[in-house]
């Protein structure tokens, strides 16, 4: 198991042209604009769980993008209090 970031959409202001997730993302193409939707979007097959689009998200007081448990399966594991420790991602 490990997290992978999730973009809440109604909390979501890159309609306001706030992409600082976006761009601050070390993943080429993980986080990118739903142009119809006008919000941020997870690809959740590339994300690495490094939390910077959540760490910049925050600072800047938007509160848009939390961080959510993935199995190794890839199915998003939303229950409450299921989160995978931290590192848990690089454990042999």
């Known amino acids: ?13 890159a309609k306001k042209g706030c992409r600082l997730c976006i761009m601050y993302c070390p993943e080429a ?5 739903n142009v119809e939707k006008m919000v941020a979007e997870v690809n959740i ?13 925050d600072a800047a007081k938007h509160y848009a993008i ?5 199995s190794a399966d890839g199915t998003l594991m939303e229950k409450a209090g ?6 848990q991602a690089y454990q042999g």
């Open 29 to 33: 193409n993980c986080l990118d604009l």
């Open 66 to 70: 939390k961080m959510v448990a993935v």
């Open 45 to 57: 097959q590339r994300c690495k769980g490094c939390e910077l689009c959540k760490v910049v998200c």
């Open 1 to 13: 198991m490990y997290n992978v970031a999730q973009v809440m959409e109604d909390k979501c202001v």
């Open 82 to 87: 299921e989160a995978a420790a931290l590192g």
